[in-house]
């Protein structure tokens, strides 16, 4: 290999002397004519720049008065030649000035550029389709190709960041050649990640309008004294895209998303996919332009909560993506976003299979199977991997144990079985080992523990539990709103009403909050102040439907459970709550409603708010009012177990015992474990609840076709 390299120098040398020789016998045979004098003095000055002479090619280039050159009607090699003069010339100028450069340079080299992508479009467009052989492509070359990359980089550095993004702006108006085609999408990809992070809503201008005369983007000490900002016009400006209906972007975050969608396109098309040693590098640069480009796409469409979109540019990017974890770990967090649970996880399993020894990615796992998902087996065997880590795990094994307690709670929820531990032993276990773990501050052990001594009706155990992870961490809301809780279970309405009172001057549009508060306003000052605490839940929904409804980041969503969820979701509920979306979908589209838009948490948080409205009213003994605050949330859900067991409360007001007894039987086969429902139905029945519950065996076999006359 060295004797090879070594031939090809020598090659080179001999071919760069008989080409000087060349050009010098040129040079003494065309001196009565200036044009040719001019040209053989540029490829003289570039011969002498390649061979390192750079003094000399100085010379050579100041026998040309490029300025004088006539640029109108030359030919494509002529305007290449000039550029590639204008772009050396620019270089030596900067490297031996120590103050910022002019801009005159840079305006000659762009106008340069500008000719010959206009000469090479007028040259392409004009070929007559004559079958024959197909012409060679022209390229653009080291000098022009580095000169269009870097031209605008002196203009970021000088800190004026508006010339800049026009001179950017004006090359990818142009109309594109395949010449220019890979460099079109390394530009489109810079100004993308330019307006992403380099300028903000305020300081945006529109392509079409004129950058403004002074920017709070550029530098300070620019604008108030530039040495020098004559501007030169183009003698040939580049041919642009023109027609109607041009779409054109209106802030700085649609401009990035459109240059970086037209750069995903371009990357997707040329990509190199093929694994053989030949093209290795070829197929890393490839990934490379285009995870940046996924990178940028991830800020853009994050910014506007756009997770869906996001997501399926992601699964664009997989033809990139065997054996790399960058963009596997990417689609399986966009797709968590975007609320595709079961996909995520199938994702998550791949992210395990390439970093085996990271945590972090079976407890996103877990976290999706016991949550959204009610996978157990599954949430059991990712937190496990957790565990069998060891000391690899440092602090998550402690995690790891916190969700095996968490999944043992849930199956004692939903009663399937004997379990090789209790759940409270398990979560106390977690207990000891975060406290001998590397980040004694976290409270979630702590909190989980005191949840789980509360379902199992351990108050003051869990009181203490609480009071701990409030130690940890003080102004967790889940900490203090479960406080509350445990306080109002021991009677305590007033102190708990003060601890959601100082969580909500924390958390202000928490409605998680907000719906205790209405149930300890009506117990400590009347019912009067509970509504008021309804009306203002309306308000604050009001102001911030329209960005829950674009957004799922909205305070409207702004109490989440905490990473590892738990208690309250089982089985059981699960199941009701999906029969009653779908009954509440389809009922919904029976009726002439507009359809409800955007993410159904919002909706749902609504019918929450009027179903305590409601049942304030009916602590008032005001059925009308009930009535029309029940009919609100039923527009919304109308066959949510909740709305149903409401109906069965106002006609249980109004004296309707069959009325409400069928509302509660109805609120039952959506949702058979609903306490309060049971309860109620047992109030109106007047039987024994044994025999309410053989009934509504019955009742919910007749729904499922099935014969029960044996069992009975």
Not at 240 to 262: D, H, K, M, R
Not at 432 to 460: C, E, K, M, N, W
Request: proline share 5%; hydrophobic share 40%; with cysteine.
């Amino acid at each position: 290999m060295p004797s090879f390299s070594l031939k090809r120098v020598h090659l080179a040398t001999r071919l760069c002397v008989q080409e000087k020789t060349t050009l010098s016998v040129s040079s003494l045979s065309f001196r009565a004519q200036p044009d040719y004098m001019q040209e053989a003095s540029m490829l003289m000055a570039k011969l002498s720049y390649v061979e390192g002479d750079y003094s000399e090619a100085i010379n050579q280039y100041g026998k040309v008065t490029l300025d004088e050159l006539a640029l109108v009607g030359a030919p494509v090699y002529r305007l290449s030649m000039i550029a590639e003069a204008d772009f050396v010339l620019c270089v030596f100028k900067r490297s031996q000035q120590t103050v910022p450069r002019p801009v005159c340079c840079l305006c000659c080299v762009f106008s340069g550029l500008f000719c010959v992508f206009q000469a090479l479009s007028a040259g392409m467009q004009n070929r007559s389709p004559k079958p024959g052989p197909v012409a060679q492509e022209q390229e653009l070359g080291y000098f022009l190709e580095t000169g269009l990359q870097r031209a605008h980089v002196i203009h970021f550095k000088n800190g004026n960041l508006t010339r800049g993004v026009g001179r950017f702006r004006e090359i990818l108006r142009a109309v594109e050649t395949r010449t220019t085609q890979n460099l079109r999408m390394t530009i489109a990809r810079q100004l993308a990640e330019i307006l992403l992070r380099g300028m903000c809503e305020q300081s945006y201008w529109s392509p079409l309008e004129d950058p403004p005369s002074q920017s709070p983007l550029d530098d300070p000490l620019l604008r108030q004294g530039a040495p020098y900002t004559k501007d030169y016009a183009l003698s040939r400006r580049p041919r642009v895209y023109s027609g109607e209906n041009l779409f054109c972007p209106q802030e700085n975050t649609e401009e990035a998303l459109l240059l970086l969608l037209i750069s995903e396109s371009m990357a997707n098309r040329d990509a190199v996919l093929s694994r053989i040693p030949e093209h290795n590098s070829d197929r890393i640069i490839s990934l490379q332009s285009a995870s940046v480009v996924y990178d940028l796409l991830t800020i853009a469409l994050g910014r506007r909560g756009q997770y869906e979109m996001l997501s399926e540019c992601l699964e664009r990017a997989m033809k990139f993506a065997f054996e790399e974890f960058h963009l596997w770990y990417q689609l399986a967090l966009s797709l968590m976003a975007a609320g595709k649970s079961a996909r995520a996880v199938k994702v998550l399993k791949e992210c395990i299979r390439l970093k085996p020894d990271d945590p972090t990615i079976p407890l996103l796992a877990v976290k999706l199977c016991i949550g959204a998902l009610h996978w157990l087996e599954e949430g059991e065997c990712f937190a496990k991997m957790v565990v069998d880590m060891g000391e690899k795990a440092s602090e998550f094994r402690a995690k790891g144990y916190l969700a095996i307690g968490l999944v043992y709670s849930l199956k004692a929820t939903d009663g399937e079985g004997p379990l090789p531990l209790s759940a409270t032993d398990i979560v106390q276990y977690s207990t000891q080992g975060q406290a001998q773990s590397l980040s004694p501050t976290d409270h979630l052990a702590a909190f989980y523990l005191a949840l789980q001594l509360a379902v199992s009706r351990q108050i003051p155990e869990a009181l203490g539990y609480v009071r701990q992870a409030l130690q940890l961490q003080g102004d967790d809301v889940h900490s203090l709103h479960l406080l509350a809780l445990l306080l109002s279970a021991q009677k305590h309405y007033h102190d708990a009403l003060n601890i959601i009172e100082m969580a909500l001057s924390e958390y202000p549009e928490s409605f998680i909050l907000l719906f205790t508060k209405v149930k300890l306003e009506t117990l400590c000052r009347g019912p009067e102040e509970a509504l008021l605490t309804c009306k203002h839940m309306l308000q604050i929904w009001k102001s911030c439907a329209g960005a829950a409804v674009l957004t799922p980041s909205s305070p409207l969503s702004s109490s989440p459970p905490p990473p590892l969820s738990a208690g309250s979701v089982h089985a059981t509920s699960m199941a009701a709550s999906r029969v009653e979306q779908a009954l509440s979908e389809v009922a919904s589209s029976m009726q002439s409603s507009a359809p409800k838009h955007g993410p159904l948490h919002p909706w749902m948080t609504l019918a929450q708010i009027w179903l305590h409205a409601a049942e304030v009213y009916i602590g008032m003994g005001k059925p009308a009012e009930a009535t029309a605050c029940t009919q609100e949330a039923a527009n919304l859900f109308p066959m949510s177990h909740n709305v149903l067991f409401m109906r069965g409360q106002v006609a249980e007001l109004r004296g309707n015992v069959d009325e409400a007894k069928r509302w509660y039987e109805e609120a039952l086969s959506i949702s058979p474990t609903h306490v309060k429902t049971m309860q109620r139905l047992v109030s109106v029945s007047s039987v024994p609840l044994f025999s309410v519950s053989r009934y509504l065996f019955h009742h919910q076999a007749s729904l499922l076709g099935c014969d029960c006359k044996q069992s009975s």
